[in-house]
């Protein structure tokens, strides 16, 4: 399956200035050489606790945030200083879903308006097509007729909806997901986690997601990796990292969250301490002042990605 997006040495570092000259003191380094590929029709999904660089490589991704270093290579063409007509077909391609579906719909806007917006901005619908449109990928999120309503006249789980029919309109080839459904009530998740999961494969679209709840990931995802300060520690097959952790990180994220079985009765796996500053990441392996297999050159030595099993690669060379 080749690659839609593929992220090489991807690094983001934001300056920290103080003082009336604002002298640069240091660097928060927020993203620290990833590297990962999204794959057509696949769900790539990035877990973490929060500030560990999730949103900021979707960010990055979607050309919000310029890259302090690193390439993003788009059906195989690095998109960073490509010409304008490239740079205006990418963001047609890739488009977003955020996480609160209310904020990010203007409240004065039409929902057949918001759709048709993007549309209108690339110039390659006239008015009459954008409208059609509209109508047809309303009609896909099984909200038909509803185009001259706003949104406060819809729920939650039909604005998040309405966000996916604005997302699928200019018909993009890979979505950002930013916890797509942590601001809906648990009984709609899953029917937006499904409704997701069927346009998906209806379009052939791939899909990165960022979430925080480890059941929503290991629902939707083909392949997971795992950050922590800015790298990733795990990378592979979702069932197989959520099944099989090899990195003391994983398998105490995994532990500490709610079990997907009620039979599951696995001891949490306690971290010592706190997180360390991204201001102020520690030698050596970023973890080992938490970790309980660190050994005295995990100080020393910064892991790199292995491959432990087929398509399973983890930063850490003192596997259980």
């Known amino acids: 399956m080749d690659a839609i997006i593929s992220v090489q040495g991807l690094t983001k570092y934001f300056p920290v200035r103080s003082g009336i000259a604002r002298r640069t003191i240091g660097f928060v380094k927020a993203v620290d050489s990833i590297d990962f590929d999204i794959k057509a029709g696949e769900t790539y999904s990035l877990i973490g606790e929060s500030g560990c660089g999730k949103t900021t490589t979707a960010r990055l991704i979607l050309l919000l945030y310029e890259p302090t270093v690193g390439s993003i290579l788009f059906q195989g063409e690095n ?42 901005q690339t110039g390659n619908y006239t008015r009459q097509e954008a409208k059609e449109r509209v109508e047809e990928v309303l009609n896909t999120v099984r909200l038909p007729g509803r185009s001259r309503n706003y949104p406060h006249e819809f729920s939650g789980g039909e604005r998040q909806r309405i966000a996916l029919a604005r997302a699928i309109a200019p018909n993009p080839k890979v979505i950002m997901l930013d916890e797509p459904v942590s601001a809906l009530d648990v ?39 795992v950050m922590y300060l800015g790298k990733i520690v795990e990378t592979g097959p979702g069932e197989e990292v959520f099944g099989h952790p090899l990195h003391p990180y994983t398998e105490a994220l995994l532990k500490a969250s709610l079990p997907f079985s009620p039979d599951d009765r696995d001891r949490v796996v306690p971290l010592p301490g706190e997180v360390p500053s991204p201001l102020r990441v520690p030698p050596g392996c970023a973890f ?24 399973h690669w983890v930063a850490c060379p003192y596997l259980d």
Not at 97 to 118: N, W
Not at 288 to 311: D, I, K, M, T
């Open 79 to 120: 998109i960073l200083g490509a010409d304008k007509d490239k740079m205006r077909e990418y963001r047609r391609s890739v488009q977003a879903i955020f996480q609160d579906p209310f904020s990010s719909l203007s409240p004065k806007m039409r929902v057949g308006t918001i759709i048709a917006e993007p549309l209108l």
């Open 187 to 225: 009984s709609v998740r899953a029917q937006v986690m499904n409704h997701l999961k069927e346009v998906q494969d209806k379009f052939g679209l791939s899909y990165l997601l960022i979430a925080h709840g480890l059941g929503t990931v290991r629902y939707m995802t083909d392949t997971v990796g």
């Open 288 to 311: 080992h002042q938490r970790c309980y297999r660190a050994r005295s050159s995990c100080s020393e030595e910064r892991p790199v990605l292995q491959e432990a099993a087929s398509g």
